[in-house]
């Protein structure tokens, strides 16, 4: 059999092509090459000389991974899984631009046959009998040409008068209010209608599923617009609405369109499963419908793959009118991927990917059944396609014997602060699962899981599934501990009032939040706002130093106050007493730490003028003892020699703690250094902890927490602190610590403070011991220098 040599050639290039990009394994092999790649951000002038394939391949594949290589992690963002099927599509495009060049004839021949042969295949494949297909890359596109062909129908001067007879009778659009957020508004502006055109009917609130259409407060609507002089021109009804999956009551709505002479549309992602041996009646209801719009790309992992809505009309030339038909060969070769993909996968095939897809959400829906603290919301337990599940706080609240009373005022805040937290947890540490968060009006936010959406693009499997169930098993125990929990974080705070600041963050996912309040009086605003922000910058950055699975942050980036720490979740046997006394004890640490050093400079500089004051006393007091003649160099030798005199003058210690200056008389008659308290010896509350047990756990509890972070033991802990302070004692620092800036002060403790007065005093004993060289004084006072 002969094969066209360019046919060969275009497949062969995509392979290439692909490998490319898929793994980026390939070296470039000029150096300058990378070093250009590396600034592909910046927009720079077209190359004088042309460059080849792999060349230009190669800076296409680094402009998709540029950001990934700039992050020292991993990028977690969903990669499409492009399996043999995914590349037949791709294919097609690059088929599509060789076959547009063929000449007129041949073109309109195989555009027609491909034509043909996918909408046969798609109107059996999913029941749809003596249908029309209309390819589109916006998956709205088809119901606008829709559209478009029922006002070329029902309004017969339309063509030649325009949209002046649309003002005799306004049509009306019906859509449920479960439709695509933006569908109705997007559909008036394609069509030039005014927002008075589009009626939203609300869904069931007494009866029924609180996701479908109100099948009775559609009639009255319809009955009011038709008693108005309005035209009712469209149905727009969902077969598994966006949010939640569930589908309307299309038999009756298409009994009531049929009345009122309405154009019937179906939409959404259960219409998949019209492809399946055995449907439901309510999908199978959406094969009478008078159109409706597929999306096989998502549904069999099908890449830059059109959507498809299926219509039935007898009027070509309406249909041609409307954009639904083309007389143009080129845009017939829309379906040539979906044309290829198709023969690819088979009809066995087809059916096989839907079939996963589904059996996965039964088998998620039975696992969570066992889960005592989720909540499921499906519209069929036996044939579901998506899954929508939730953390359920008042049976989890149950179970644990946690209380929640005087939370319920913003529960529902907090529910859904804590599902979209779990829903972004489940998505990161399974990402193959596909699952995503949703907001509904009436239960909340919830995570879904629709694989029909997700499963052929990601390769979901069953073991991706168990995989979600069990990180599903570890949050939730977390999630129930944390909410019992911050009642008892609110009271503790409560009781610290006067150094801490509690605040009722509802859309935080965690423990709450906190602030310390300084306690200085005498500042003002502005001072004492940047005093503030100071103290509680250094106290999150200690508390996150501690050795705790407790995750401290600074929380939301908009929307808070500034200074807030904010505390993530926690397990069953944090003791919230303990973490609010750290936070406030580390708090005032902090603050006093920063004011002594603050006052250090102003206490060193007085000290110093003290200590110059009475140097020049005791040497005016020694001139005066010792006479004039032992001052000369010479003179004093010889008569120190013969009558060698006791020097009177005394030493000074400089109390760099206290700011005082003292005798060193003390000192020489004990032979030590005047006793002081030490500060090493104040007891903590880490020196009662057991070996192994980790900051802020309560004795004898012992649960296995949600971090991979390792846990030290006490003893270590306290060698290590011994150890510190040892070699601290042993090698002092050469001189006094001076604050420097804000950050400096709030890094030095009380005990440096000490030990750097310790060391002064030692320098000013040195140099004061003998006195007996006229320099002395001189070198003495360089010293306070």
Same mark, same amino acid.
């Given at each position: ?452 959406? %997700?499963? !052929?693009? $990601? =390769? ?7 995989? &979600?169930? #069990?990180?599903?098993? +570890?949050? /939730? ?104 006394? %750290?936070? !406030?004890? $580390? =708090? ?7 004011? &002594?050093? #603050?006052?250090?400079? +102003?206490? /060193? ?181």
């Amino acid at each position: 059999m002969m094969v066209d040599s360019t046919l060969v050639q275009v497949g062969k290039n995509l392979s290439e092509a692909m490998k490319i990009l898929e793994d980026g394994q390939r070296e470039l092999e000029p150096g300058t090459e990378r070093r250009r790649f590396s600034r592909t951000s910046i927009p720079g002038p077209l190359q004088g000389d042309g460059q080849d394939v792999a060349t230009i391949l190669h800076l296409v594949h680094n402009l998709i991974h540029e950001e990934e290589e700039t992050e020292d992690k991993p990028s977690q963002h969903r990669m499409q899984n492009v399996g043999e099927q995914g590349h037949m599509a791709l294919l097609g495009h690059s088929l599509a631009a060789y076959i547009s060049v063929l000449d007129r004839e041949r073109l309109r021949k195989l555009t027609t046959r491909i034509l043909s042969d996918t909408t046969l295949w798609l109107c059996r494949l999913f029941r749809y009998e003596n249908g029309s297909a209309y390819f589109h890359e916006d998956n709205r596109d088809g119901l606008v040409k829709v559209c478009r062909l029922i006002i070329n129908a029902r309004y017969e001067e339309y063509a030649s008068e325009g949209y002046s007879v649309l003002s005799f009778k306004q049509p009306i659009i019906y859509q449920s209010a479960s439709c695509r957020p933006g569908l109705g508004q997007h559909l008036c502006s394609q069509l030039g209608l005014p927002l008075s055109s589009l009626c939203t009917v609300p869904c069931n609130t007494i009866f029924g599923s609180q996701h479908q259409m109100d099948v009775a407060l559609l009639d009255k609507l319809i009955k009011e617009d038709v008693e108005a002089g309005k035209l009712p021109l469209l149905l727009i009804a969902n077969a598994g609405t966006p949010g939640a999956g569930h589908t309307d009551k299309l038999g009756r709505l298409k009994d009531l369109c049929d009345q009122y002479k309405m154009w019937l549309h179906v939409e959404g992602v259960n219409l998949a499963t019209l492809a399946l041996g055995q449907v439901t009646s309510a999908v199978m209801a959406a094969t009478r419908s008078d159109s409706m719009t597929l999306t096989p790309g998502q549904w069999l992992g099908l890449p830059a793959v059109t959507a498809v809505t299926l219509y039935r009309h007898e009027d070509p030339a309406l249909s041609l009118a409307a954009g639904l038909t083309s007389s143009q060969p080129v845009e017939k070769l829309r379906a040539l991927p979906l044309w290829l993909s198709l023969q690819y996968l088979g009809h066995n095939g087809i059916v096989q990917k839907i079939k996963h897809a589904a059996a996965l959400s039964q088998q998620l829906l039975q696992k969570l059944k066992s889960l005592a603290s989720i909540k499921t919301s499906v519209e069929d337990e036996l044939n579901s396609p998506v899954v929508l599940f939730k953390f359920s706080q008042e049976m989890s609240a149950a179970s644990s014997g946690g209380s929640v009373e005087g939370y319920c005022a913003g529960e529902k805040e907090v529910l859904d602060a804590f599902n979209r937290w779990l829903g972004e947890q489940l998505a990161q540490l399974v990402p193959t699962s596909g699952v995503d968060v949703v907001e509904l009006e009436d239960e909340g936010t919830c995570v879904r899981f629709s694989p029909l959406l %997700t499963a !052929a693009v $990601l =390769g979901t499997q069953h073991k991706d599934v168990e995989d &979600l169930v #069990e990180k599903l098993m +570890e949050l /939730v125990p977390v999630m129930s501990s944390t909410m019992c929990l911050r009642q008892d974080f609110r009271e503790e705070t409560h009781r610290h009032a006067a150094t801490l600041r509690y605040m009722e963050e509802l859309s935080w996912p965690g423990l709450g939040a906190v602030r310390y309040e300084p306690q200085a009086e005498e500042m003002d605003e502005s001072r004492r706002k940047q005093e503030l922000e100071k103290i509680n910058t250094e106290l999150l950055k200690k508390l996150q130093e501690l050795d705790t699975d407790i995750v401290f942050s600074t929380g939301p980036e908009f929307g808070t106050e500034e200074g807030f720490i904010f505390i993530g979740m926690v397990t069953e046997d944090v003791d919230v007493s303990e973490l609010v006394d %750290t936070i !406030a004890a $580390l =708090g005032r640490d902090i603050e006093e730490s920063g004011r &002594l050093l #603050e006052n250090m400079t +102003e206490v /060193v500089r007085k000290g110093i003028l003290e200590a110059e004051l009475q140097l020049q006393k005791a040497n005016e007091e020694k001139l005066m003892e010792e006479g004039m003649l032992r001052q000369l160099p010479l003179v004093g030798s010889v008569l120190n020699w013969f009558s060698p005199v006791q020097s009177s003058i005394k030493g000074r210690t400089f109390n760099l703690a206290a700011g005082s200056l003292d005798s060193t008389e003390v000192t020489y008659s004990t032979k030590a250094q005047a006793g002081r308290p030490s500060l090493q010896d104040t007891p903590t509350s880490s020196s009662k902890r057991l070996p192994g047990q980790r900051l802020f756990q309560r004795p004898g509890a012992s649960s296995d927490s949600f971090s991979e972070t390792s846990s030290i033991g006490q003893a270590d802990e306290t060698t290590r602190e011994e150890s510190v302070t040892v070699s601290s004692s042993i090698h002092p620092p050469p001189t006094p610590p001076a604050p420097e800036d804000s950050h400096t002060g709030s890094d030095v403790s009380p005990q440096e403070v000490q030990e750097s007065s310790e060391q002064v005093q030692a320098q000013v004993e040195t140099e004061e011991a003998s006195e007996e060289r006229p320099s002395e004084d001189q070198e003495v006072e360089q010293s306070f220098r």
